[in-house]
C-alpha cells in the first residue's frame, strides 16, 4: 500500500516551461487535492476534486489546470511556469472531503522556476 | 470566505516545556483537523475533533474543540526535540466541501 506517490520529488523549469505534476493514490479515495506551500503561508488549495470526472478550483487556481480521468490520478498542470510558481506542491487524498481519518499528504514537488 | 488564523506563527522552548498552538476561525466550524509536518517532510494527520467542547488527547497532546465551535488548541506537556515541526490546524465550516488551513506554528524544542 504505498498511499499517495507524487512525481518529481524536484524539478527545475525555466519560465514560460509547462510542465505536469503526477500524483496517484491507491486507497481508492474520492476526494483529491492539490496544495502549495510557500515559506510562512501554510497550505494554500489549488485545485480538488471529488470524484472521477469532477474538479473545482480552490484558493489559488490561475496558472495551474487539472483533470481527474480516474479515481486513481490527479495530475496538476502548469500551463506557463512563472517565478512565482517556485513553491513545494502537495497532493492529498481522503474518502471524502469529510473523511474522520484526515488527509493523506504525498511527500511533495519541490518546484523552482528561473 | 472562511479564515482559519493560528497562533502564534513561532514557538521556541527548552525541552521539557509545555507549548500551545491556537487556533481561531472566522466562521462556526463542523470539523477541526490537525497536522504535523517535520522540517522537510509533509504534513500527517493527527487528529480531527467534531463536537462542541470536544477534548482528545494523545499521550503528551491534548486537543480541544471550543464551545461555540470556532476555535481550538493543540497543548504539548513535556517537549520533547521529537516534538519539533509545524503543526496545522484546518477547519471546514458548515456546507463546506473542503477544510481550510491555517498558516500553522512552527516549534523548536532546545535540549
Known amino acids: 500500500n504505498a498511499g499517495v506517490t507524487q512525481t518529481p520529488k524536484f524539478q527545475v523549469l525555466k519560465t514560460g516551461q509547462s510542465m505536469t505534476l503526477q500524483c496517484a493514490q491507491d486507497m481508492n479515495h474520492e476526494y483529491m487535492s492539490w496544495y502549495r506551500q510557500d515559506p510562512g503561508m501554510g497550505l494554500r488549495l489549488i485545485h480538488y476534486s471529488v470524484g472521477a470526472g469532477i474538479t473545482d478550483q480552490g484558493e489559488v487556481p490561475n496558472g495551474y489546470n487539472v483533470s481527474r480521468s480516474t479515481t486513481e490520478d490527479f495530475p496538476l498542470r502548469l500551463l506557463s511556469a512563472a517565478p512565482s510558481q517556485t513553491s513545494v506542491y502537495f497532493c492529498a487524498s481522503s474518502y471524502s472531503p469529510y473523511d474522520l481519518d484526515g488527509y493523506t499528504f504525498g511527500s511533495g514537488t519541490r518546484l523552482t522556476v528561473v | 470566505g472562511q479564515q482559519v488564523m493560528q497562533i502564534p506563527q513561532y514557538q521556541h522552548v527548552q525541552e521539557g516545556e509545555d507549548f500551545t498552538t491556537y487556533c481561531n476561525s472566522s466562521t462556526t466550524l463542523s470539523n477541526i483537523q490537525w497536522y504535523k509536518q517535520r522540517p522537510g517532510g509533509h504534513p500527517v494527520f493527527l487528529i480531527q475533533?467534531?463536537?462542541?467542547?470536544e477534548v482528545k488527547k494523545q499521550k503528551r497532546l491534548t486537543f480541544q474543540f471550543g464551545e461555540a465551535k470556532k476555535n481550538s488548541s493543540l497543548h504539548i506537556t513535556a517537549t520533547q526535540t521529537t516534538d519539533v515541526g509545524t503543526y496545522f490546524c484546518?477547519?471546514?465550516?458548515?456546507?463546506?466541501?473542503?477544510?481550510?488551513f491555517g498558516d500553522g506554528t512552527t516549534l523548536t524544542v532546545k535540549p
Open positions: 484546518a477547519g471546514r465550516s458548515t456546507n463546506a466541501g473542503k477544510s481550510t
Open positions: 475533533l467534531v463536537k462542541s467542547g
